[in-house]
């Protein structure tokens, strides 16, 4: 089946810690996006990527990393310098410009 | 201004009851457009795109208003089971995607 996967779904991250995120899609689409979303808010745009070896910043860039090696998969690091890293981590994939597609997400806690 | 504005309710209605949202636009070069429902702890999950011409899907409808800039959805006759949040979507150019924050819909026995 067709579709977009991401692990873990729970991740408990100590203060000081780097995290990789993991996003995998079968849909061969070209674009990949990364967004957060906290309790009782919509979706903030982190880092998207419209093609292999190449991504843009989104709107809350900062403390995050993120790769575009394969067309399959775009990983996000949540790095020491996220200072707020606790929310819910949703990935997705479209045609362009098509409709998006989620994963699961990954719930993130900074303990 | 942000590019894509929706009321985030709540919005609290009893069975088998009409309700609409709304989602306005601000960009007029806006391509495609389409309505998620979230339920609680989940992914979005595509609900319809939005034609110009305007697309129902059984007990959903959706219209889109160039001129006004603006995409809605009605739900008629409302099941407990439709209980959810209800994100708006909105393309520009390319990969340009922008969500709504969402809609909180409840519907009550």
């Known amino acids: 089946d067709g579709g977009i996967t991401q692990s873990p779904k729970y991740l408990f991250r100590k203060e000081g810690q780097n995290v990789t995120l993991s996003c995998e899609q079968n849909?061969?689409?070209?674009?990949m996006y990364w967004y957060r979303q906290d309790p009782g808010q919509g979706l903030r745009l982190i880092y998207y990527?419209?093609?292999?070896?190449?991504?843009q910043k989104g709107d809350i860039a900062e403390g995050y990393s993120v790769s575009r090696e394969k067309k399959e998969s775009f990983p996000l690091t949540v790095t020491s310098a996220q200072k707020n890293p606790t929310a819910f981590y949703l990935c997705?994939?479209?045609?362009?410009?098509?409709?998006?597609?989620f994963g699961p997400g990954t719930r993130l806690t900074v303990l | 201004r942000k590019e894509v504005e929706q009321d985030p309710g709540p919005f609290n209605v009893p069975e088998g009851a009409t309700v609409a949202f709304n989602c306005t636009y601000s960009?007029?070069?806006?391509?495609?457009f389409f309505w998620y429902r979230q339920d609680c702890r989940k992914e979005p999950k595509l609900l319809m795109s939005?034609?110009?011409s305007g697309n129902e899907d059984g007990r959903f409808t959706a219209q889109l208003n160039r001129a006004s800039q603006y995409i809605s959805l009605l739900i008629r006759d409302s099941k407990l089971s439709d209980s959810a949040t209800y994100l708006c979507?909105?393309?520009?150019?390319?990969?340009?995607?922008?969500f709504g924050t969402g809609t909180s819909l409840t519907v009550i026995p």
């Open positions: 997705a994939s479209s045609t362009s410009p098509g409709e998006q597609f």
């Open positions: 849909l061969n689409h070209d674009a």
């Open positions: 990527s419209q093609i292999v070896n190449d991504f």
């Open positions: 960009n007029s070069a806006s391509q495609s």
């Open positions: 939005v034609y110009s």
């Open positions: 979507g909105v393309t520009l150019t390319g990969n340009q995607f922008y």
